[in-house]
Nanobody
């Protein structure tokens, strides 16, 4: 049983920063690609960022590129999402998700919700204007 637990959400003013964490247990962490997704009220869940199992490659949604950074610490079984220059439109529940992957290529599959086998419960991020 793979478990993902997010933390680090909260209320922040526009222009501020937050760091989300995703701790993974129950499976060899280093074999999982991990993505971050978010879902705002009344909207579909959308891709934010992904990191390959080794951490060599990352990919971001255009809406967060240059402001968010995804990273991982395989010794701590943890993936991070550092968020800077937050905007009100970043307000959403943020989810981390895992999928087994071999190699370090990022394909379009990594952007799709259906490609991920394991999901966390989500953490709320609210950005006030």
């Amino acid at each position: 049983q793979v478990q993902l637990v997010e933390s680090g959400g909260g209320l922040v003013q526009a222009g501020g920063s937050l760091r989300l964490s995703c701790v993974v247990s129950g499976r060899t962490f280093s074999s999982l690609a991990v993505g971050w997704f978010r879902q705002a009220p009344g909207q579909e869940r959308e891709f934010v960022a992904v990191i390959t199992p080794s951490g060599v490659n990352t990919y971001y949604a255009d809406s967060v590129k240059g402001r968010f950074t995804i990273s991982r610490d395989n010794a701590k079984n943890t993936v991070y999402l550092q968020m800077h220059s937050l905007k009100p439109e970043d307000t959403a529940v943020y989810y981390c998700a895992g999928r087994p992957q071999r190699g370090s290529h990022i394909t379009s599959q990594a952007l799709g919700i259906a490609s991920y086998d394991y999901w966390g419960q989500g953490t709320q991020v609210t950005v006030s204007s």
